[in-house]
């Protein structure tokens, strides 16, 4: 009796695999059609997806930010890593409030999350910095290269192909930019006023309202990218002249800043007993930290002191 349901079973089994073959062949081509054509749907909404960023710029503090430091394409990659980072950084705030103080480890907590919410935001920062001053020293270099494709008579269009193609990273990437946006056919306006949002240096807002004027009342364009070009850099030289200068100044706030923590450290290993005490008051502590941040404090305004933006 077992034998026969088994046989029974397996005839079923069989009989359904059969029948699902014969409507696969059936209608394979339609399958294999409407396959081909999801992923031609796919990866046409990739492509939509990636030329909304040359025809739109996103807005908000986030997306300004990671459009300086040329990192707008993975916007929405960078936000959930802002969001995890920021609540790491809570739960390591709040397990070492809990280890110290454990009534307040939701205090803890609950100042971490802004604390690397506001580091991930400095770290992007930082490398936006980085990325503008490369494009900075970078300027000139193009200039010159403008000037050149000027005046042999080429378009606008025709510089930026040539900037796109010859220009040092990271500034071949922003002409590139807008050159594909140019070719998708946004306004040269609008292309070089996101441009000058994302290159936020004064002498290429100063090179966009060159070529504006040029376009509204004519000129030689090329002589005024060349005037540019010299001016900044006369520029760079009077930098590094004034960094020269304040050289000694620097080194002078970076001792000072640095003198406290060396004498606590010196005083620490040659006589541990003598400052650990110190440190196990929590009054003590309260006061080690306020002159920690003081001294912060000092060497910023020390370090602001030396510094001098041209």
């Not at 807005?59 to 959930?80: I, N």
């Not at 001053?133 to 000027?150: A, H, K, Y």
């Not at 040539?162 to 050159?179: H, M, N, Q, W, Y």
Request: glycine share 6%.
């Amino acid at each position: 009796m077992p034998s026969v349901s088994v046989i029974v079973f397996a005839t079923i089994v069989a009989i359904g695999l059969a029948i699902m073959a014969m409507t696969r062949s059936q209608w394979s081509d339609e399958l294999s059609r409407l396959g081909k054509h999801s992923r031609r749907m796919s990866e046409k909404h990739n492509e939509d997806s990636e030329v909304s960023i040359f025809l739109t710029q996103r807005q908000g503090y986030l997306a300004r930010t990671l459009s300086l430091a040329g990192m707008e394409a993975k916007y929405d990659q960078m936000r959930m890593t802002w969001v995890c980072v920021a609540i790491a950084a809570g739960l390591v705030f709040g397990l070492i409030t809990y280890l110290m103080l454990p009534d307040l480890a939701i205090v803890g907590f609950i100042l971490g999350v802004p604390v690397g919410a506001a580091g991930f935001i400095a770290y992007l920062g930082q490398v936006a910095k980085k990325r503008q001053d490369r494009m900075t020293e970078q300027l000139p270099q193009v200039l010159e290269t403008m000037v050149s494709t000027l005046r042999a008579g080429s378009p606008v269009m025709e510089v930026f192909k040539v900037l796109a193609e010859t220009a040092p990273d990271p500034i071949r990437s922003e002409f590139k930019r807008g050159l594909v946006s140019l070719q998708l056919g946004k306004p040269f306006r609008d292309v070089m006023n996101e441009m000058s949002l994302r290159i936020r240096t004064p002498d290429f807002r100063l090179l966009t309202q060159a070529i504006f004027i040029s376009q509204d009342v004519g000129g030689n364009l090329a002589d005024v990218v060349a005037v540019i070009a010299d001016a900044i850099r006369e520029r760079f030289k009077l930098r590094d002249f004034l960094n020269s200068l304040t050289a000694q100044g620097k080194a002078t706030a970076c001792f000072i800043g640095c003198l406290p923590y060396g004498i606590t450290l010196m005083t620490y290993v040659a006589t541990p007993g003598y400052i650990v005490p110190f440190f196990n008051n929590m009054i003590a502590r309260i006061i080690v930290t306020l002159l920690v941040i003081w001294e912060l404090i000092g060497f910023w305004i020390l370090m602001k002191m030396t510094t001098f933006e041209v």
